[in-house]
């Protein structure tokens, strides 16, 4: 797969480095939130804006969406086109699926404005829909010829968000290891500042990562799974923001690593020496792994609606033996289930 030229920049880029003729299709909350974002808005004759969030990845409105966007463009050439999107994750999925599909597909622009879209989703050409509450059924695999890294953009956020975007960068640096990790590792305190530090290292760690499995042919591309399995059904149970969850799907995935001896208890102490994982996790972590039955039996339909699900109920786990190794187990619903209430109990008895 074609890597997409990468751009940081200050401020939003000019039109003439972005393409030709464009559409931009953009989160609404924007124009509101970003008052430079407005005025530069408005140098772009067609404009779909859209509100960011699940519902307008599903399937079942994207019938009315496209039919309003061929209208949009109907005087546009498939040759000169570019859709340019500006978003967080729900945004660049629907946008980029837009442009794989669009006169048979048509060049794209990610200008992702979430910390999480910066760090993960804007990069690896993945789109998609959701079909019914079933996430991500439907994609396409259509990488941008330009992510543009825009800090006033991301800057705008709220301070809080930070902490939902470093879920993803442990992640990664876990993942690569190496000097991400061992850089990161040291850091004491979760602002945007230091998101922005370790972007353009962050999103590298992606790409050698999907570069080994552009098309998730070989299974190398689920170590990006790490955290998520637990981290997607915490999500949906507790409606938890996406980086928040997987910040205690990671918890999880270690704590298990150490049990199934995959990872030493004394790597486990270590990586929690590190100083930035004193602000990782919140004390209130082990009020999320419920062992209730009733609570067991939804986490299981939601585990099992994961879509790395492989045969029947068997699920790949990614494990992590220290920074830098993943270890992909394949494991059944049951046994994580299990591994929720060893924790729990764990956590009970001190
Ligand atoms: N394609 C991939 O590889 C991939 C990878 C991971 C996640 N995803 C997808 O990404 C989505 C989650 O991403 P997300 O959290 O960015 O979601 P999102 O697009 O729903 O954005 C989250 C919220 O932030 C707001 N927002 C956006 N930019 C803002 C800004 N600059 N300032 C203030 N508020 C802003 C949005 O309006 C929304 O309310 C999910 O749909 C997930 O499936 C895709
Ligand atoms: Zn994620």
Redesign the pocket.
């Known amino acids: 797969m074609k890597k997409s030229t990468l751009l940081f920049t200050a401020e939003l880029p000019r039109l003439k480095d972005l393409g030709e003729e464009f559409l931009l299709i953009y989160?609404d909350?924007?124009p509101r939130?970003?008052p430079a974002f407005k005025n530069w808005a408005q140098q772009f004759p067609l404009q779909y804006p859209v509100k960011?969030?699940?519902a307008l990845?599903s399937v079942e409105q994207f019938p009315d969406h496209i039919a309003k966007i061929i209208r949009l463009c109907e005087n546009t050439s498939s040759r000169r086109l570019t859709v340019v999107v500006v978003?967080?994750?729900?945004?660049?999925?629907f946008g980029?699926f837009v442009a794989s599909i669009l006169k048979r597909g048509v060049k794209l622009v990610q200008i992702p404005?979430?910390w999480?879209?910066a760090i993960?989703?804007a990069h690896?050409g993945?789109?998609?829909l959701n079909v019914g509450a079933a996430?991500?059924q439907i994609g396409t695999f259509h990488p941008p010829e330009k992510t543009v890294l825009v800090r006033s953009?991301?800057m705008?956020?709220?301070e809080a968000?930070a902490f939902?975007g470093f879920g993803e960068l442990i992640k990664i640096a876990w993942i690569v290891g190496g000097t991400l990790w061992s850089q990161l590792s040291k850091e004491y305190e979760v602002s945007s500042a230091v998101l922005w530090k370790y972007l353009a290292s962050a999103i590298d760690a992606k790409y050698k990562v999907v570069g080994k499995d552009p098309h998730e042919k070989t299974g190398y591309r689920h170590v990006l799974n790490l955290g998520h399995t637990l981290g997607h059904a915490l999500e949906s149970y507790y409606k938890l923001?996406?980086?928040v969850a997987i910040n205690y799907g990671l918890d999880f995935s270690l704590r298990w690593s150490v049990e199934k001896k995959i990872m030493t208890k004394k790597d486990y102490d270590a990586l929690l020496r590190a100083p930035v994982m004193g602000y990782l996790l919140s004390p209130v972590r082990d009020e999320l792994l419920q062992t209730k039955v009733s609570v067991l039996k939804d986490f299981r339909h939601l585990l099992l609606s994961d879509k790395k699900k492989t045969k029947s109920e068997s699920i790949r786990f990614i494990f992590l033996q220290k920074p830098g190794k993943c270890v992909i187990q394949e494991v059944t619903v049951d046994e994580i289930l299990m591994e929720v209430c060893r924790q729990k109990e764990e956590e009970l008895n001190g």
């Open positions: 989160d909350i924007l939130k970003v960011a969030g699940e990845k978003g967080g994750g729900s945004v660049g999925d980029g404005s979430t999480l879209a993960d989703s690896g993945k789109t998609a996430k991500n953009l991301l705008a956020q709220p968000r939902e923001p996406h980086g």
